[in-house]
């Protein structure tokens, strides 16, 4: 059962343009999401979070909307670079103060000249 | 500040032998979580301690288990292998004041 979905597994944007990254959970209890972004032989590394609070974090050019009604997130990459290309993905907890994580399977993003 | 180190970072065993893998977190973090990584499946949370006990375990059989040492530091042993627990093993770590969580290269573990 597959909590948190990311039901592309690749994007490819041209430099210059917006990425849009999308994501879906399933549980109503999550109160807290992340988006984590991975190279190859590397660990992830932590993007940008928002809590169910809000409905929109931003952090430079990375912006990540939240839709509790919908179960829906999705980070947005703007502009996109060659070195966004990576594989992305989200995250979902469902009580703060707990490491648990519930990841969404990624998705590939390539970003070309 | 060092980052969180997983040794080793490759590793070849056969069915049925045991393995453990090591994770050292960053200084000052008391929390250390481990997650599967395996094609199409995304990260799979495996368990999570703080301060040397278990406080989450994911959905994984018996053979997975781990334990934290007091200086923070974690093992991961499993036994019995199968062929279908060849995966990247990441380590991560944190404070546990928010839910930001650091992650080690991993462990690349391949069962022949």
């Known amino acids: 059962d597959q909590q948190v979905k990311q039901n592309s597994p690749s994007l490819s944007v041209q430099e210059g343009r917006i990425s849009i990254l999308n994501c879906d959970y399933t549980?109503?209890?999550?109160?807290?999401f992340l988006w984590y972004k991975k190279y190859p032989a590397e660990g992830p590394t932590f993007l940008i979070s928002?809590?169910?609070?809000?409905d929109k974090n931003e952090d430079g050019r990375f912006t990540v909307f939240l839709n509790k009604s919908a179960k829906h997130l999705s980070l947005h990459i703007v502009p996109s670079q060659p070195g966004d290309s990576a594989v992305y993905f989200c995250a979902a907890s469902g009580v703060r103060n707990t490491d648990k994580l519930i990841f969404g399977t990624g998705t590939r993003l390539q970003v070309f000249p | 500040k060092a980052g969180v180190t997983q040794t080793p970072r490759y590793l070849i065993k056969t069915r049925g032998q045991q393995v453990t893998l090591s994770c050292s977190p960053i200084s000052g973090h008391r929390s250390v979580s481990w997650y599967q990584q395996t094609p199409g499946q995304g990260l799979q949370f495996l368990f999570e301690?703080?301060?040397?006990?278990?406080?989450n375990k994911g959905n994984f059989p018996g053979r997975f288990s781990g334990r934290q040492f007091s200086n923070s530091r974690s093992e991961m042993n499993v036994s019995t292998l199968e062929l279908g627990d060849s995966a990247l093993y990441l380590c991560?770590?944190?404070?546990?004041?928010?839910?930001?969580?650091?992650f080690g290269p991993g462990t690349r573990l391949t069962v022949l």
């Open positions: 991560a770590s944190s404070t546990r004041q928010d839910n930001e969580q650091f």
């Open positions: 928002i809590s169910s609070i809000k």
């Open positions: 549980n109503s209890m999550f109160d807290y």
């Open positions: 301690y703080f301060s040397e006990t278990q406080r």
